[in-house]
């Protein structure tokens, strides 16, 4: 029963794709919705948002952000104001056309972000000076008509925050998207576990309407990238077509200058991809729901004991489930919280008992370690730092193997035949060749990193002296 | 100018209406969006939401309840599923028609609940006995397209909670349906100082698609009511249409039992019009986002000496927020915080300073302690107890006062013209009584309440023997 149990999930080296949906089913983080491009976040995966929600919640709060709510629908008008913002998002819009049985005068967007309708209300509350900066962030759910979809990646609606910022100064705006930039690679790298190179986007790349767009970039188990966040420089683009003005201590009547960021549940996606094995998911102990299972192996024989004990160290340690369900076996249980990630699990026998101990089991590594039971929660803190540490030096150790720095274009696309993961180029800053490396390879440029791991003195394409250097990737 | 300032606020006497719009403008708890019928919830309001949230959250955890997320748009075909479900939500529903530049083949609603989209889901989670119960909620936005719009009362989009449970047993889904109707009137009277009145709506006001509906109902400070929050036992009237069945202990296939219960950020009117006054918001010391304010006083030559001691205090305790605004006068500030319900003030002056003391002031009295600043922590936390308690107290004695037996329609035609509240009165069960009643007064029945404050014996309409008695009155 165990065995066949583990079957289910596709081997990753047989089909990355197969494995990825079968953790996310089987796991039960999200299901297939039935509304095209949609999905269900089941309670197990919505609690992992909820860590994600409460430990970035608290640095914005931290970093003087509030939080708001702003309407679901923007009348089309807005959109068409700023004008690369409109050409960006026009092809993912779903529109609400009818409304308490009549049809619309004007349609409205069903939001795929909100920088138009925040900026509105922006030019209605901002007088002066003394009312910036303005710093809010808003957790919501916004709309992209995607045409190819995959649960967390890539969904019609997803959920995420998104953080809308004006300031009196150009350089303030910079600052405080790199601010936020850096709070979600700390974030990233610290609670998720997950290594990222941060960097500016390139112009071709970056978000439709900024100034200028940065983005931390992760390596999945596949080779594959994902832009697991992005944090804009919005310049003034978009407080002039909505005359976001104020009165600075100068008597001069300003323009503000903005930035917006966000996250979503894209990052779930992430941590099953750069963390998952064979076996199913592998959570950071800082973001998993369940931080420790206890599975109690009864017999027949030594049922109450094993089980009144189990009772009673599942009361008194922090953050323990205990399963004790009858209907299955505890291979069968090892095998169904390995699928789920959970970072430790305890296993509590008869012949444990007798000895006073319990043994101690970590997800990534399997390691097992019998501990004598009041030694438990010294044990478990430990293994658990242990856990955080190792999935993340892992995932370092895997991001450092597949990142190569190249000179040509025949180079990146041989290397990219061969295995896929990040390229470190020298780009000219001509939009053509970055084109042109799309073209040959499928690669795209992720970002201009701030600290490159090398620096590349030619343009991978023309050959001409490289104004940046760039990391390539095939990207999700 | 203090004086200028407390005058922008209308009178309630004046204008009721109008004085509510002040209250949420004013004290910047949302503001009109420029999308019809919707509202932008400002960071101020946002905060109270929060604290709502974070309560009933807890409170839902307590329980057994975990939270999920399901999509915001629903098929048609689903919604015309349960016959009643779609006739009462027809109306209100907007609909998206066109998706990524295409017509769409079929519509989709904009969720304005989810009983239909949750359901899909459990007739596929759902197999056995052991899958059940299974509690679940979500918060989210939803959108219903309602004619007349007020901010916060009644808005195109709100956001809410919505429970969704299914149960093996007819009986565990109403006790499921009555423990969170429980919930919710502990948390009103307990936590947001608002009394209710605790029953079960009549057949003509019940949820559409509900075997039974319940409601909190308060009583606002014009005398309209307003129900707070609603719980309902769906029976098995969503369980057939969607086919949610289970392979129970004796092998037979069932229809699962089910229910659904949500409040939404309406709740945030409810608190301010029962608790608010002429000077603004009142807001209950456990869901204030601002527990207290430190104003300091500091003429030029104590300036330092005023503002040095103030920064002390503010840093030392706990949920005191400091306005050290050099632009306002202290005047200014205490009626601005007024305004924003904040339920304590704490005053710092020279000769305070002197005489190492503080004044107190309690929001909702008025009333002045000066207090030794070394004892301002438990005077604080005494002065919040008694501001809690007396604001849910004053609440009470409102209701009390403004609750009225009444035997027959020209009694309550003419109480109710003299003044608004909730009229007792008896019901034969004839639902053309009920709307009778409707017709004469305005008033519709609130609902057959647990614990009625009187008992009565003939049918306010047609004077034959009452079958139950219920509260009338005009709602909002």
Chains 1, 2 share one sequence.
């Not at 983080?29 to 491009?37: N, T």
């Not at 601010?179 to 978000?207: N, Q």
């Not at 590594?365 to 010294?378: I, M, S, Y």
């Not at 061969?418 to 000219?428: D, H, K």
Request: a negative charge; hydrophobic letters at 40%.
């Amino acid at each position: 029963m165990a065995e066949e149990f583990v079957k289910e999930i596709t081997p990753r080296a047989e089909d990355y794709s197969q494995w990825y949906v079968d953790c996310v089913l089987k796991a039960e983080l999200a299901d297939y919705a039935p509304v095209r491009g949609c999905m269900v976040i089941r309670p197990y995966g919505f609690a992992v948002w909820e860590k994600i929600q409460a430990i970035l919640d608290r640095r914005f709060k931290e970093t003087g952000h509030e939080n708001a709510y702003f309407p679901l629908f923007i009348p089309r008008g807005f959109l068409e104001r700023e004008s690369e913002h409109v050409e960006g998002f026009a092809p993912e819009l779903a529109w609400v056309t009818r409304g308490g049985g009549e049809e619309l005068a004007e349609p409205l967007a069903v939001r795929p972000t909100s920088e138009t309708m925040i900026c509105s209300m922006y030019a209605k509350w901002i007088h002066s000076y003394r009312d910036l900066p303005v710093l809010i962030n808003q957790w919501c759910n916004v709309v992209r008509w995607e045409k190819a979809t995959r649960p967390f990646l890539r969904t019609t609606e997803f959920l995420w925050q998104e953080g809308h910022t004006a300031h009196a100064r150009e350089e303030e705006a910079r600052e405080e998207a790199l601010r936020m930039l850096e709070i979600y690679r700390d974030f990233l790298e610290e609670d998720l576990g997950i290594p990222v190179i941060a960097g500016e986007k390139t112009p071709s790349e970056k978000f439709a309407g900024a100034a200028h767009s940065y983005s931390v970039e992760a390596l999945m188990g596949d080779g594959r990238a994902l832009q697991a966040g992005t944090s804009h420089d919005l310049g003034q683009n978009f407080s002039r077509p909505f005359d976001i003005s104020f009165l600075d201590r100068d008597g001069q009547l300003k323009h503000v200058w903005q930035s917006s960021w966000g996250v979503s549940t894209r990052l779930i996606g992430a941590l099953i991809m750069v963390h998952g094995d064979d076996r199913g998911l592998v959570l950071p102990p800082r973001i998993a729901p369940v931080p420790a299972v206890l599975v109690p192996i009864a017999p027949e024989r030594a049922r109450e004991a094993v089980l009144g004990r189990a009772r009673q160290l599942a009361a008194a340690l922090e953050g323990v489930h205990l399963d004790d369900r009858d209907e299955y076996t505890p291979g069968w249980k090892y095998n169904d919280w390995e699928m789920r990630g959970v970072p430790l699990r305890i296993e509590l026998g008869p012949r444990d008992l007798e000895q006073g101990k319990a043994v101690l089991v970590r997800r990534d590594t399997g390691e097992k370690v019998p501990v004598d039971q009041e030694a438990l929660p010294r044990a478990m803190a430990q293994m658990s730092s242990a856990v955080q540490a190792g999935i993340k030096e892992r995932a370092r150790n895997f991001l450092q193997e597949r990142t190569w720095p190249v000179d040509n274009l025949d180079q990146l696309r041989f290397r990219l035949e061969e295995r896929r993961g990040m390229f470190i180029a020298g780009w000219c800053g001509d939009d053509a060749c970055e084109a042109a490396v799309k073209e040959a390879t499928g690669a795209t440029a992720r970002n201009i990193p701030f600290a490159p791991a090398a620096r590349s003195a030619a343009c991978v394409v023309c050959g001409k002296a490289a104004a940046h250097t760039v990391y390539y990737a095939r990207a999700y």
